[in-house]
C-alpha cells in the first residue's frame, strides 16, 4: 500500500485537490437524492381514442329498388348529428363517385334529391365525416332505373281521294 513511504493513490501524482472531484460528485448525488421521485402519469401519455361514430344508414329507397328516370326521389337517411354526409353512386361496373354532400342536423336525418339518372343499374352509399377524420358508411342500396315509357304516337287521319 505504501510505496517509497507514501500512499498510493488512483492519481499518479498525488494532490489534495484531487479528492474534490469525487467528494463534489458523492455530494451532487446526495443532493439529488433529496428530492421526491415524480408518480408516473400513463393518462397523459396515451390520449383515450374518440369514440366511433353512430352507424349511418339509408332508409329510402330501399334496396333493389326499381324506379321511372322521371321518378327516382329522393335519398333519406340517418346519420351523426354534426357531421357531414357524403352520398357517393356508381353505375354498373364503375368505380363510386361523389355526387352531393350536406350537413347533418340536430336530429341526424340527411336528404338528398335525385335527378337526372340514365335508365341502369347503380349503386348509392352514403358516408358520414366527422371533422376530426373519423368516418362511419353505409350499407350499398342498388337501384334500377328504367326508361320513362314513351307515348303512343297519335294516329293520322286516313285522307281518302275522291273517286269519280
Known amino acids: 500500500m505504501f510505496a517509497n513511504g507514501k500512499p498510493r493513490y488512483w492519481i499518479p501524482s498525488y494532490d489534495r485537490w484531487n479528492l474534490l472531484f ?3 460528485f458523492l455530494a451532487v448525488l446526495a443532493w439529488m437524492c433529496t428530492f421526491p421521485a415524480t408518480p408516473a402519469n400513463f393518462g ?3 390520449p383515450e381514442p374518440p369514440p366511433p361514430l353512430s352507424p349511418t344508414s339509408v332508409e329510402s329507397p330501399a334496396s333493389n329498388s ?3 328516370a322521371s321518378r327516382i326521389g329522393d335519398v333519406e337517411g340517418r346519420a351523426q348529428p354534426g357531421t357531414l354526409a ?3 353512386y356508381a353505375p354498373a361496373q364503375s368505380a363510386m363517385r361523389e355526387l352531393g ?3 347533418v342536423g340536430i336530429d341526424g336525418r ?5 335527378a337526372g339518372f340514365a335508365p341502369g343499374l347503380y349503386t348509392l352509399k ?3 365525416w366527422a371533422a376530426d377524420g373519423r368516418s362511419a358508411e353505409s350499407k ?3 337501384l334500377w332505373v328504367e326508361a320513362d315509357p314513351q307515348p303512343a304516337p297519335k294516329p293520322t287521319p286516313i285522307k281518302r281521294r275522291k273517286t269519280r
Open 126 to 128: 352514403v358516408a358520414a
Open 101 to 103: 354532400r350536406m350537413e
Open 66 to 68: 326499381h324506379f321511372r
Open 86 to 88: 357524403v352520398l357517393y
Open 140 to 142: 350499398d342500396v342498388f
Open 110 to 114: 340527411y336528404r338528398f334529391h335525385l
Open 44 to 46: 397523459a401519455v396515451r
Open 22 to 24: 469525487p467528494a463534489a
